[in-house]
């Protein structure tokens, strides 16, 4: 009988079960799923052709030590690096973000002018700075001091004052780039990049999405040689090594209980797993529902905002690469942050308000085959095109199963406008719409971060105000982590380690001293 059940081997629910593992717990993982990762994987769709089935490149996980500290290099992980991490195309012109801070201000200069270059200098060092801060606040799990000390800590160089640099946080990402730029072009960029998690930068709170950027120049974002699902296999590869298991192909179906308290989880297949302690990776209203406790179920459903999904992806196969105007060789390295002004990533975002797909998605492409030969057959291309807002529950009478072809599309188009030839180049498409990611990768609404990622569905109140320091109260021993838990979604790892380490306290209250002095310490 294990000691910890973990439900989903998606890659927060496998750094929890490491740490539980590494600690010394029996663990097993169970995953209804037959491949490792959830949406951090990677399959072949097309013959020679290994595409990523969710999450492309990797920011957040890099800042966390994870990484490293599990000694995943040694499991057959290697990142490399994507420098520039970025680039926007306009027209003949090109910005490119590279994680040397004086390469990119020249980059700026030559198509934006020495006042913007001047001023994104300002910008980066003081908003990383602020976001080191922010990150030791993604650390651990999330509490009132914690979130008082971001707001009024977070930006203390500058010498302004608590007040001050608290409504600088909270106020819209648009504003901020108002503050600092002129050229609308690099503020289009940089807006489109801090829209990744979900919410437009024209919506209160999303200043610092924008800020969050700048700590690329503290450490370049990474792709896994072999695609994204290679860190989920190293994590599988070191739970082994630590004793712990993972079964595939037999999810839970039920998480059981002796009164109140848990004792295990029931899987698909029929066999019951007794277990004191189970950790849930799996969306939050999920695991409620696996835990059957139907009043904080429906508190959680009137509470937790899902949101109307937030977009899809198409997977090519091509035969060559985007050729923009501007474009290095560097440039492929990058994502290609593909919109033409701010006001068109308004429309776009209106039409998804509106429940419609956009008219003309922005875009953000990536092109990893590039430097990577073990993604596509020789001479072929692997090049994966991301798209914003495109709404799950659509108003308009259409299905997604109807318009995927159609919708996919357009996001070939949105590249071939700004690299012509692109879309004959296209010799395969795999779309993944909002309803097939809910279909293959239980991403509930399409929403690819669980929950929403607006302010108030952060920090303290992620997925909502009573879960949020990942245990279930009204279900001693079920732990929660994964997207829909503090710090929220993307490729990170951090819920993973927090949720370990709730469990780790629980079990022997001093490992929660022990945890606060290297925390400080760190």
């Excluded at 990797?58 to 290099?73: A, C, F, Q, S």
């Excluded at 600088?168 to 730029?181: E, H």
């Excluded at 001093?510 to 400080?520: E, F, N």
Aim: with cysteine; hydrophobic share 40%.
């Amino acid at each position: 009988m294990p000691d910890v059940v973990v439900i989903g081997a998606g890659h927060n629910g496998l750094v929890a079960a490491c740490y539980l593992a590494r600690s010394g717990l029996d663990v097993e993982v169970v995953e209804r799923d037959t491949v490792v990762g959830g949406s951090v994987s990677t399959v072949e769709r097309f013959p020679g052709y290994r595409m990523d089935r969710g999450s492309s490149a990797h920011i957040m996980v890099r800042h966390t030590g994870i990484v490293e500290d599990l000694r995943l290099d040694q499991c057959g992980l290697e990142y490399q690096d994507l420098d520039p991490w970025g680039f926007a195309p306009f027209g003949d012109e090109g910005i490119h973000f590279h994680v040397d801070l004086d390469r990119t201000c020249a980059s700026i200069e030559q198509v934006c002018g020495s006042r913007d270059a001047d001023a994104y200098r300002a910008f980066a060092l003081d908003w990383s700075a602020r976001n080191l801060r922010v990150f030791e606040a993604f650390q651990g799990a999330p509490t009132p001091g914690r979130l008082g000390r971001t707001l009024w800590g977070v930006g203390k160089a500058t010498g302004l004052d608590g007040l001050e640099l608290s409504r600088q946080f909270l106020t819209s990402g648009d504003a901020l780039l108002d503050q600092y730029f002129d050229d609308e072009r690099l503020k289009t960029a940089l807006a489109w990049m801090g829209a990744q998690s979900g919410p437009p930068t024209h919506e209160v709170a999303t200043a610092d999405l924008v800020g969050w950027n700048t700590v690329m120049h503290l450490k370049a974002p990474g792709h896994p040689k072999g695609g994204s699902g290679m860190l989920s296999e190293a994590l599988q590869q070191r739970l082994e090594s630590y004793g712990g298991r993972v079964r595939l192909g037999d999810g839970a179906a039920r998480i059981t209980t002796s009164g109140d308290r848990v004792t295990g989880a029931l899987t698909e297949s029929g066999e019951h797993l007794g277990a004191t302690t189970v950790v849930a990776g799996c969306h939050v209203l999920t695991t409620l529902e696996l835990a059957g406790d139907a009043d904080l179920l429906e508190r959680a459903r009137r509470t937790v905002r899902v949101g109307n999904g937030i977009g899809m992806v198409v997977r090519l196969a091509t035969t060559d690469l985007p050729r923009y105007a501007a474009a290095t060789d560097e440039t492929y390295r990058s994502l290609q942050l593909i919109a033409p002004s701010r006001q068109a990533l308004r429309r776009a975002h209106g039409e998804y308000n509106a429940g419609l797909p956009p008219t003309d998605p922005a875009a953000l492409a990536m092109t990893f085959s590039a430097f990577d030969d073990t993604l596509a057959p020789a001479g072929r291309h692997n090049v994966t095109v991301w798209g914003q807002w495109h709404p799950y529950a659509l108003s308009n009478g259409e299905s997604w199963d109807a318009i995927a072809e159609r919708e996919g599309t357009k996001l070939v188009e949105a590249v071939d406008r700004v690299a012509p030839g692109f879309a004959s180049s296209v010799e395969q498409m795999h779309v993944q719409t909002p309803l097939d990611l809910e279909r293959e990768l239980g991403l509930r609404g399409g929403q690819v971060m669980h929950v929403e990622m607006a302010f108030d569905q952060m920090f303290l109140w992620r997925p909502m105000p009573e879960l949020a320091g990942y245990r279930v109260k009204s279900r001693p021993g079920l732990y929660l982590c994964g997207a829909s838990t503090h710090p929220g979604g993307g490729v990170f790892g951090a819920s993973g380690r927090s949720a370990a380490r709730a469990v780790l306290a629980d079990r022997d209250p001093s490992v929660l001293s022990r945890i606060k002095k290297v925390v400080r310490r760190a």
